[in-house]
Nanobody, 121 residues
Framework: QVQLQESGPGLVKPSQTLSLTCTVS??????????WSWIRQPPGKGLEWMGA???????YYSPSLKKRTSISRDTSKNQFTLQLSSVTPEDTAVYYC?????????????RGQGTQVTVSS
């Protein structure tokens, strides 16, 4: 059973960089065929795919967020990380990490419980 757990600050100030880490257990993030994704859901809105890192290490980003987003990984810790720069209150959302079989997609076969991130001064 694959388990994912998000961690990071729940409050970020405008213009700062949001940084979240996803710790994966029960499966390796270097396994081929899977994409380790970040998805978010702003209040009252639907799921938004942000980007992913493949088992190969290749990265994929939503065109609308590409300029502000960076996804990396630490294979020794089986973790992958999201960094979103220059945040605004519109980036307030529940952020999820997930394992997916294709990109871009909000479909997944495993997902973390999510972490609330609020952007406010």
């Amino acid at each position: 059973q694959v388990q994912l757990q998000e961690s990071g600050p729940g409050l970020v100030k405008p213009s700062q960089t949001l940084s979240l880490t996803c710790t994966v257990s029960g499966g390796s993030i270097t396994t081929n065929y899977y994409y380790w994704s970040w998805i978010r859901q702003p209040p009252g809105k639907g799921l938004e795919w942000m980007g992913a890192i493949a088992g190969s290490g290749s990265t994929y980003y939503s065109p609308s967020l590409k300029k502000r987003t960076s996804i990396s990984r630490d294979t020794s810790k089986n973790q992958f990380t999201l960094q979103l720069s220059s945040v605004t209150p519109e980036d307030t959302a529940v952020y999820y990490c997930a394992r997916a079989r294709r990109v871009p997609s909000t479909d997944y076969d495993y997902r973390g419980q999510g972490t609330q991130v609020t952007v406010s001064s």
